[in-house]
């Protein structure tokens, strides 16, 4: 229960602050508005940070389940552990969009335009075409758990309170340079459990949650994950030894 909690927390951490930062950009009248793509990956990346600095120490914050997936490929921790991680998270994010709906319920209600609105709960392509923005994903999460295993790799000498700041910048890196063609989900509850609070929440005017691309940034997050990981341990597995 320690472990579920913790990776509960981290998650709803992770998206109140990542998808507030989005809201705080997207949103009519917010003091944010019109702060652009610099300040939005900037967000998410001390949205990480800060996740993973609250409740690293419990569950080694995952909060993200290809993360989880890269770990149970590579036979760092079970499958039962898995899924109580995983629940944890799609449960976190949804809780914490819920937050961030009350904190800018006002801001919804002022924005016209329901792709703005969307745009807060989860990811859209910028080009539409799902095998390249699936393989956008792929590409970004495994860049994601390559970084992670390097991060946390003792021959780096990182220490570890400085290795949450890192997988901060990692976030705010892959932003800045992959996020461009699908808004970077790389992260399937990050997606998926913000999506159905857009579904569920009675926010005016809201329009489609985009239930067709939503698979995309599940299934990439996903392969990518699983990907990274294993491409790592390939890798530098026999300086392990």
Same mark, same amino acid.
């Given at each position: 229960?320690?472990?579920?909690?913790?990776?509960?927390?981290?998650?709803?951490?992770?998206?109140?602050? #990542?998808?507030?930062?989005?809201?705080?950009?997207?949103?009519?009248?917010?003091?944010?508005?019109? &702060?652009? @793509?610099?300040?939005?990956?900037?967000? @998410?990346?001390?949205?990480?940070?800060?996740?993973?600095?609250?409740?690293?120490?419990?569950?080694?914050?995952?909060?993200?389940?290809?993360?989880?997936?890269?770990?149970?490929?590579?036979? *760092? +921790?079970?499958? !039962?552990?898995?899924?109580?991680?995983?629940? /944890? *998270?799609?449960?976190?994010?949804?809780? &914490?969009?819920?937050?961030?709906?009350?904190?800018?319920? *006002?801001?919804?209600?002022?924005?016209?335009?329901? %792709?703005?609105?969307? !745009?807060?709960?989860?990811?859209?392509?910028?080009?539409?075409?799902? $095998?390249?923005?699936?393989?956008?994903?792929?590409?970004?999460? !495994?860049?994601?758990? +390559?970084?992670?295993?390097?991060?946390?790799?003792?021959?780096?000498? +990182?220490?570890?309170?400085?290795?949450?700041?890192?997988?901060?910048?990692?976030?705010?890196?892959?932003?800045?340079?992959? &996020? %461009?063609?699908?808004?970077?989900?790389?992260?399937?509850?990050?997606?998926? $459990?913000?999506? +159905?609070?857009? !579904?569920?929440?009675?926010?005016?005017?809201?329009?489609?949650?985009? @239930?067709?691309?939503?698979?995309?940034?599940?299934?990439?997050?996903?392969?990518? $994950? /699983?990907? #990274? /990981?294993?491409?790592? *341990?390939?890798?530098?597995?026999?300086? @392990?030894?």
């Amino acid at each position: 229960m320690g472990l579920f909690m913790a990776e509960l927390l981290g998650t709803m951490i992770l998206i109140l602050l #990542g998808d507030g930062v989005v809201a705080n950009v997207v949103l009519s009248k917010s003091k944010g508005e019109g &702060g652009g @793509w610099i300040v939005i990956t900037a967000g @998410w990346g001390f949205a990480v940070a800060i996740a993973v600095y609250v409740v690293g120490w419990v569950s080694g914050a995952h909060i993200n389940p290809a993360v989880t997936i890269g770990f149970l490929a590579t036979g *760092q +921790i079970d499958i !039962a552990t898995a899924l109580n991680y995983i629940v /944890a *998270q799609l449960i976190g994010a949804f809780l &914490g969009a819920v937050l961030v709906w009350v904190t800018y319920m *006002q801001h919804f209600k002022e924005t016209k335009d329901p %792709g703005l609105k969307l !745009a807060v709960f989860s990811t859209g392509p910028a080009i539409r075409n799902y $095998g390249f923005n699936l393989v956008t994903e792929i590409i970004g999460t !495994a860049a994601l758990l +390559i970084g992670v295993f390097g991060i946390s790799n003792t021959n780096n000498g +990182i220490a570890s309170g400085v290795g949450p700041y890192a997988v901060g910048i990692l976030v705010f890196s892959i932003g800045l340079s992959l &996020g %461009g063609p699908t808004g970077y989900a790389i992260n399937p509850a990050r997606d998926l $459990g913000p999506r +159905i609070a857009h !579904a569920i929440l009675p926010i005016p005017g809201k329009g489609s949650s985009d @239930w067709g691309y939503a698979w995309v940034p599940v299934v990439g997050p996903i392969i990518g $994950g /699983a990907l #990274g /990981a294993l491409l790592y *341990q390939f890798v530098f597995l026999p300086f @392990w030894g």
